[in-house]
């Protein structure tokens, strides 16, 4: 059997102008499709599997340019190659930054298009190779891990290390950016299936109309521009795991094909024909209420009854006072370029924030805190503005000028601290949870520091 062919849509209103890039590309290596604006250039990428799109900026019904900027959303959108006949080569530029891969101008050499064509391909083609290279490596390596020891992550290590072996499907719940595909991804690589593909869905990013052939497949001639068979996600998934995120955003009419998938272990790509076996690990995650989703009709109950086999909660960073150290200093040594630090005023800063964006708020905290970092250690001007927050009384702090530098930074955090306790028990009459939680703290820690403190909590109570 030879090579597969590349295969590629070309799209100029022009006849002459895509009659001329066909036979530039040649019939041998290259399987061409033609449409004649940005629309029919759409539709078709969104219904069938291109390598690459060459595509004219200057067309009627709809330009290039907003043509590009609708495929850039749709789920794994071929590399695109802009052609221009603008001579000063502004317009063709924007389109490179709006996420065109490369672009053409008219008129060209056949020798040029052919060069920037083999380029964007190889170009890919490495792309895909350093996916899965990292995929290889990121197993061989072992598991993610869960960073923190706070009870609830203890709780929730406890429970991956006991669901993973089993082909229980397991549905993740929690607020965004508490880290619920870190928790499948270790599901995956705890499991029995841990050598087989890791495929991931965003249910919420795919349009409804696409949703089932995204996730089954299609046979050609399903739909208009389906001119060849195309597998779904759960094929791609077979003998592996299949994530759907933000599964509660999932189109009511894909969710019953969905539960019959989960039933029967088949999929029936759109178009009919023979039904295809497969054998997949289905995770699935959602930051919505689902049990309010079935009282208002947007989910199927018995889908959620099949997909949470296993329930697993991502608690909020808030609720995790203890680990928030702990994953500044990791997500510090996963960013810095250089060996780097956290302040005692900076730990203070990130422990009195409430992370509304959690986990991964904090990630790009310290990132930014590592790329505006010019000392030795990360202080708090390095975080971002609303992350900071520097109390007025800090400046009635008594440091006697005897104190060395130490003994003055601490006194003034002692301070810090001090005004921030006292306050917040004043606020919630003495009532610890109520404070902790305020504060962003886990109840056991603010124990702790009121007791190095010699805060009494019932002094705060009526």
């Known amino acids: 059997m030879g090579e597969r062919k590349v295969r590629v849509l070309v799209c100029d209103d022009e006849p002459a102008a895509r009659r001329a890039a066909v036979r530039a590309l040649g019939a041998s290596r290259y399987d061409t499709v033609e449409c004649e604006n940005g629309a029919q250039a759409i539709e078709a990428v969104a219904r069938s599997s291109f390598d690459l799109v060459l595509l004219d900026l200057r067309m009627p019904i709809m330009d290039g340019q907003t043509a590009l900027a609708e495929m850039m959303k749709l789920p794994a959108s071929p590399p695109v190659i802009v ?7 502004d317009t063709a530029i924007a389109a490179v930054k709006s996420g065109a891969e490369n672009f053409v101008a ?3 050499e056949i020798e040029a298009l052919r060069h920037v ?8 083609r490495l792309r895909r190779d350093n996916r899965h290279l990292k ?17 609830a992550i203890k709780t929730l290590k406890e429970a991956l290390e006991r669901v993973a072996p089993t082909s229980a499907t397991v549905l993740i719940l929690g607020e965004s950016g508490t880290g619920k595909e870190l928790v499948a991804r270790q599901i995956h690589e705890l499991s029995n299936v841990s050598r087989g593909a890791f495929v991931t869905v965003n249910c919420s990013a795919i349009p409804d109309t696409l949703v089932e052939s995204e996730l089954f497949g299609h046979r050609r001639g399903a739909f208009t521009g389906a001119d060849r068979d195309r597998a779904g996600k759960f ?3 077979d003998g592996g795991t299949l994530f759907l995120d933000e599964v509660g955003d999932m189109a009511i009419d894909a969710q019953a094909k969905l539960l019959r998938v989960l039933q029967e272990g088949e999929v029936e790509p759109l178009g009919g024909g023979r039904a295809i076996r497969v054998d997949v690990r289905v995770l699935a995650a959602t930051h919505r209420d689902l049990k309010s989703a079935v009282s208002e009709g947007t989910f199927r109950e018995d889908l959620l009854f099949r997909l949470k086999v296993v329930d697993l909660s991502m608690p909020p960073l808030r609720e995790r006072g203890q680990d928030i150290a702990v994953l500044a200093r990791h997500f510090l040594e996963k960013h810095a370029n250089r060996p780097l630090r956290l302040s005692a005023e900076t730990e203070s800063a990130l422990m009195s924030y409430p992370w509304p964006g959690n986990v991964r708020e904090l990630s790009n905290a310290i990132e930014r805190a590592s790329i505006f970092c010019t000392g030795p250690s990360v202080e708090p001007k390095d975080l971002p503005a609303d992350v900071v927050s520097v109390p007025s009384q800090t400046a009635a702090v008594s440091v006697g000028p005897e104190d060395d530098f130490q003994t003055a930074k601490q006194k003034v955090i002692e301070r810090f601290e001090r005004d921030r306790l006292t306050e917040s028990l004043q606020t919630h009459n003495g009532n610890v949870s109520q404070a902790a939680r305020a504060l962003g703290l886990h109840r056991q820690n603010l124990q702790q520091k009121l007791r ?3 805060i009494a909590a019932e002094d705060f109570r009526d």
């Open 83 to 89: 052609v221009t006949a603008d001579a000063t080569l």
């Open 106 to 108: 008219k008129p060209y």
């Open 117 to 124: 064509v083999e380029t964007t391909l190889v170009g890919r």
């Open 135 to 151: 995929e290889e490596v990121r197993r061989l390596r072992g598991p993610s891990t869960l960073v923190g020891d706070s009870p």
């Open 235 to 237: 094929q791609e998934a």
């Open 452 to 454: 190095q403190l010699g």
